[in-house]
């Protein structure tokens, strides 16, 4: 069985400043690095020996659909063990999501977590697993940043678990 996670790349200058700060804060205060690229996950991390059932799924999916609008605004956390730039979904881009959502949990073995599915909130992780005395820092020096960015959800792709990180598997352009 191989391990996929599904989620939307985040590109051009959204990218470019999340590889950036990600690489600064992991140096600066010795925390381990994601292994993920900047994206905000549509379907966490399950393993399967069918990924041809949810390579369909998408393929049908994605026939009448477009590309919608997304903001990055600034920064959040879940607790103190994670910190994010908050995404704000367009109506469209909510739609868009949680359309996707009905269609893959007609995929009758893929499971579901409380957190994942409808009523998300979108967000690209800077870095997680904190631990306590490390947040502050870490808010604090990312805070003297501001990204803004009119950007995309233009893509739904699926990554593949493999040589220790994750590769992108297909990636399929809305």
Same mark, same amino acid.
């Given at each position: 069985?191989?391990?996929?996670?599904?989620?939307?790349?985040?590109?051009?200058?959204?990218?470019?400043? @999340?590889?950036?700060?990600? *690489?600064?804060?992991? =140096?600066?205060?010795?925390?381990? #690095?994601?292994?993920?690229? +900047?994206?905000?996950? %549509?379907? +966490?991390?399950?393993?399967? =020996?069918?990924? $041809?059932?949810? $390579?369909?799924?998408?393929?049908?999916?994605?026939?009448?659909?477009?590309? *919608? =609008?997304?903001? %990055?605004?600034?920064?959040? @956390?879940?607790?103190?063990?994670?910190?994010?730039? #908050?995404?704000?979904?367009?109506?469209? +881009? %909510?739609?868009? @999501? =949680?359309?996707?959502?009905?269609?893959?949990?007609?995929?009758?073995?893929?499971?579901?977590?409380?957190?994942?599915?409808? *009523?998300?909130?979108? @967000?690209? &992780?800077?870095? &997680?697993?904190?631990? $306590?005395?490390?947040?502050?820092? %870490?808010? *604090?020096?990312?805070?003297?940043?501001?990204?803004?960015?009119? &950007?995309?959800?233009?893509?739904?792709?699926?990554?593949?678990?493999?040589?220790?990180?994750?590769?992108?598997?297909?990636?399929? +352009?809305?």
């Amino acid at each position: 069985m191989d391990r996929f996670v599904i989620v939307c790349l985040l590109k051009g200058e959204t990218l470019k400043f @999340h590889e950036k700060l990600v *690489e600064e804060v992991c =140096d600066k205060y010795k925390v381990k #690095k994601q292994k993920l690229p +900047a994206h905000f996950t %549509i379907k +966490a991390p399950f393993e399967t =020996d069918k990924i $041809e059932e949810i $390579e369909t799924t998408i393929e049908n999916f994605i026939k009448d659909k477009s590309r *919608e =609008d997304i903001l %990055i605004d600034g920064f959040g @956390h879940f607790r103190t063990d994670v910190v994010f730039m #908050k995404i704000i979904p367009s109506n469209g +881009a %909510i739609k868009l @999501h =949680d359309t996707f959502i009905d269609e893959l949990k007609k995929v009758s073995w893929l499971h579901w977590k409380g957190h994942e599915g409808k *009523e998300k909130i979108f @967000h690209c &992780t800077i870095v &997680t697993r904190l631990r $306590e005395n490390s947040f502050t820092s %870490i808010w *604090e020096y990312v805070n003297n940043y501001n990204p803004q960015f009119n &950007t995309y959800f233009d893509n739904i792709s699926i990554l593949k678990w493999q040589d220790f990180r994750w590769m992108t598997y297909r990636e399929y +352009a809305l």
